[in-house]
């Protein structure tokens, strides 16, 4: 179900790292049911804006507002690369997590379902490969419900299948209610699947709309064309701006 109130909200962001401008006059809003994805040339500022909508560093200039309900916890955050703390299970790691929220052992197995995960729900996290450590971020993500979760490039390191399986708990949180927003380099699943899309290029949001009215507007027939037509100088070329991703 759609909502068009932003329940997290960014106005004129601005970050630098030391002497190096990473984000410029950023605004960005985030509606509850709706999957926003976020692309962009490795090196545009993607990591950096999400990590400040995440609250994990406050930016150099504007705003961040949560606008969503009073909950134990407000806002979900998938990093790029999770890391969990050895010795416990996944079904461990998860219930840890619910207990901190108030919520009960059926919400962590809950989760771990949610994700394709509960076949390995009492392997240990060490034992855990890449893309399962990415799901198990991914739930962990979800626990207590947010109304706000923000997923840093979610279908990396995923077979093909499991990534589309990503997409499509993306798509359930958003129909939920919650304020979905990820990060992505996969193109035709966020066409398939974004309500919005966010292009960052150079520090700044150059494109944004559905995926239809990003296409239209530059009479492109896929989102990857529109993507092309829209990224400044080489698409293939990294852009340093004081970032990776």
Do not use: C, W
């Given at each position: 179900?759609?909502?068009?109130?932003p329940?997290?909200?960014?106005?004129?962001?601005?970050?630098?790292?030391?002497?190096v401008?990473?984000?410029?006059?950023?605004?960005?809003?985030?509606?509850?049911?709706?999957?926003?994805?976020?692309i962009?040339?490795?090196?545009s500022?993607?990591?950096?804006l999400?990590?400040?909508?995440?609250?994990?560093?406050?930016?150099t200039?504007?705003?961040?507002?949560?606008?969503g309900?009073?909950?134990?916890?407000?806002?979900?955050?998938?990093?790029?690369?999770?890391e969990?703390?050895?010795?416990?299970?996944?079904?461990?790691?998860?219930?840890?997590?619910?207990?901190?929220?108030?919520?009960?052992?059926?919400?962590?197995?809950?989760r771990?379902?949610?994700?394709?995960l509960?076949?390995a729900?009492?392997?240990?996290?060490?034992?855990?490969?890449?893309?399962?450590?990415?799901l198990?971020?991914i739930a962990?993500?979800?626990?207590?419900?947010?109304?706000?979760?923000?997923?840093?490039?979610?279908?990396?390191?995923?077979?093909?299948?499991?990534?589309v399986?990503?997409?499509e708990?993306?798509?359930?949180?958003?129909?939920?209610?919650?304020?979905?927003?990820?990060s992505?380099?996969?193109?035709?699943?966020?066409?398939?699947?974004?309500?919005?899309?966010?292009?960052?290029?150079e520090?700044?949001?150059?494109?944004?709309?559905?995926p239809?009215?990003v296409?239209?507007?530059?009479?492109?027939?896929?989102?990857l064309?529109a993507y092309?037509?829209?990224?400044?100088g080489?698409?293939?070329?990294?852009?340093?701006?004081?970032?990776?991703?």
């Open positions: 179900m759609t909502d068009e109130t329940t997290l909200e960014a106005t004129a962001l601005k970050h630098s790292y030391g002497d401008p990473v984000l410029e006059d950023v605004t960005l809003a985030l509606p509850a049911g709706t999957v926003t994805a976020l962009g040339p490795n090196g500022g993607k990591t950096t999400i990590r400040a909508l995440a609250g994990l560093h406050e930016p200039g504007g705003t961040v507002r949560y606008r309900p009073e909950t134990a916890r407000e806002i979900g955050y998938l990093p790029q690369r999770p969990f703390r050895p010795g416990f299970t996944a079904r461990e790691t998860l219930a840890f997590y619910a207990e901190l929220l108030g919520e009960g052992a059926a919400d962590a197995t809950a771990l379902e949610l994700v394709g509960a076949a729900a009492d392997r240990p996290v060490e034992a855990l490969s890449g893309g399962m450590t990415r198990l971020g962990q993500a979800t626990v207590g419900s947010p109304p706000v979760v923000i997923l840093d490039e979610p279908g990396s390191g995923l077979d093909p299948g499991m990534r399986h990503v997409f708990i993306a798509a359930e949180l958003a129909d939920e209610g919650a304020a979905v927003l990820l992505s380099h996969s193109l035709d699943l966020v066409e398939r699947t974004a309500d919005r899309v966010a292009l960052l290029d520090g700044r949001i150059v494109r944004s709309g559905s239809a009215a296409r239209d507007d530059l009479g492109a027939a896929t989102l064309e092309e037509r829209s990224v400044a080489d698409a293939g070329t990294v852009r340093v701006r004081g970032e990776s991703a």
